[in-house]
């Protein structure tokens, strides 16, 4: 018998927002074999959205965690997710270096 999982997805805007800024994903096997070797992930990333890009922030760093995942050679899926999760805050220090120099003052 197979290992199965079914998910879904639902998130909330809350009280103080009028747009949710979560992003959520998720990479499921298409085979057994992949099933074994990576099993699922679900991915979610709160957008934080102090400077009114969370929305951008959350969704490049999900994005970047699936990408890397499906992307890694990596065999221990400790080592796999830590490296996939530093790709996603690369990917959110991406956005803040460039909104500090859209917004760097000229002199």
Same mark, same amino acid.
């Given at each position: 018998?197979?290992?199965?999982?079914?998910?879904?997805?639902?998130?909330?805007?809350?009280?103080?927002?009028?747009?949710?800024?979560?992003?959520?994903?998720?990479?499921?096997?298409?085979?057994?074999?992949?099933?074994?070797?990576?099993?699922?992930?679900?991915?979610?990333?709160?957008?934080?959205?102090?400077?009114?890009?969370? *929305? *951008?922030?959350?969704?490049?760093?999900?994005?970047?965690?699936?990408?890397?995942?499906?992307?890694?050679?990596?065999?221990?899926?400790?080592?796999?997710?830590?490296?996939?999760? *530093?790709?996603?805050?690369?990917?959110?220090?991406?956005?803040?270096?460039?909104?500090?120099?859209?917004?760097?003052?000229?002199?």
């Amino acid at each position: 018998m197979a290992l199965g999982a079914r998910s879904g997805m639902l998130t909330d805007v809350g009280r103080r927002r009028q747009v949710n800024e979560d992003w959520c994903g998720s990479l499921e096997p298409t085979t057994a074999v992949e099933r074994e070797r990576r099993g699922w992930l679900w991915v979610v990333a709160d957008g934080v959205g102090a400077y009114g890009t969370g *929305e *951008e922030a959350s969704h490049a760093a999900g994005e970047a965690i699936l990408a890397a995942w499906q992307q890694s050679p990596e065999a221990d899926p400790a080592r796999c997710l830590r490296s996939c999760i *530093e790709s996603g805050n690369r990917a959110v220090s991406h956005i803040a270096a460039s909104l500090r120099q859209a917004f760097r003052p000229t002199a």
